[in-house]
């Protein structure tokens, strides 16, 4: 197999129709979704951004992943050249598989996110017996 | 290997130049700084203050064992590979967006810098390598006596 090259991909802005409080741009971070036979699973690039910063929200099939960074420049550092700008990220989706809210797990490691949806275990057919009366 | 040679903005030089203007025109208009694009992976970001220069990178899951950072006659090159890891098979893909494979980047450094001082660090997926000026790059107060 040829080894693949990697490219540059411009960081997506939100265009989100709320402003944020604070000032800063809000990215859109690239996700890998993917679903097994007992979850859905949300990988999610937001780098610098710590593990405590990360807000997951699930309402009304609505998932919300919001990831807030930490200041990575220092005061008094002089910017020489920037081909990216450091940002808060954004993204949501719509689930339409029925995920247990309870058992819903998320970690964060070396700025990828890894967030596991299980899935509702489906009602079991059930056979009803009509009682001779 | 893409070498992107660091030069000041009104140095650069062809296409990047015109980009820039316009770029630089446009963000005049709306008020904010558009940064410079290369389009080379990873974007870079390079700050100095009076000590050092600082060159940072986001690098969400890359492992510090497969980032592979030298200083070579001012040049800082940044290699390493990418690794998304295979889910189980039977997992079902909704999405792919983010990408794997190999990068290099190369960036020619503003002034000298103290190559045996060097160091890098990755935090939350973003490398950042600090790299001490050397002692005649640093500012340098000069007084003036009286004669």
């Known amino acids: ?133 | 290997m893409a070498i992107v040679q660091w030069t000041k903005p009104d140095e650069a030089s062809g296409a990047d130049r015109l980009r820039h203007e316009v770029d630089r025109l446009f963000s005049a208009f709306l008020g904010g700084a558009e940064p410079f694009i290369s389009h080379v992976y990873p974007a870079l970001s390079i700050t100095e203050d009076t000590e050092n220069f600082y060159a940072r990178a986001e690098l969400p899951g890359v492992a510090t064992e497969d980032l592979e950072i030298s200083v070579v006659e001012g040049r800082l090159i940044i290699r390493g590979e990418r690794k998304v890891g295979v889910e189980s098979p039977e997992a079902n893909y909704h999405r792919r967006e983010r990408e794997s494979g190999l990068f290099r980047r190369a960036v020619a450094l503003p002034a000298r810098v103290a190559t045996d001082k060097v160091s890098a660090s990755v935090k939350n997926g973003v490398l950042t390598v600090i790299l001490p000026k050397a002692e005649e790059a640093k500012p340098r107060k000069i007084t003036v006596k009286t004669a």
């Open chain 1, 1 to 133: 197999m040829k080894e693949k090259e990697m490219e540059l991909k411009e960081k997506k802005e939100v265009k989100a129709p709320g402003e944020g409080t604070r000032p800063g741009p809000i990215f859109v971070p690239a996700v890998d979704i993917l679903e097994n036979v007992n979850a859905l699973i949300v990988l999610s690039d937001m780098p610098g951004v710590d593990s405590k910063n990360v807000d997951i929200d699930l309402r009304d099939n609505q998932l919300t992943i919001t990831g807030k960074i930490d200041p990575v420049e220092k005061e008094g550092e002089v910017s020489l050249y920037r081909e990216f700008n450091w940002g808060n990220y954004l993204r949501q989706f719509t689930l339409s598989e029925v995920v247990d809210q309870s058992k819903i797990t998320a970690k964060m490691e070396n700025g990828v996110l890894r967030l596991v949806l299980p899935k509702v275990e489906k009602a079991k057919p059930q056979k009803i017996k009509v009682m001779a009366g």
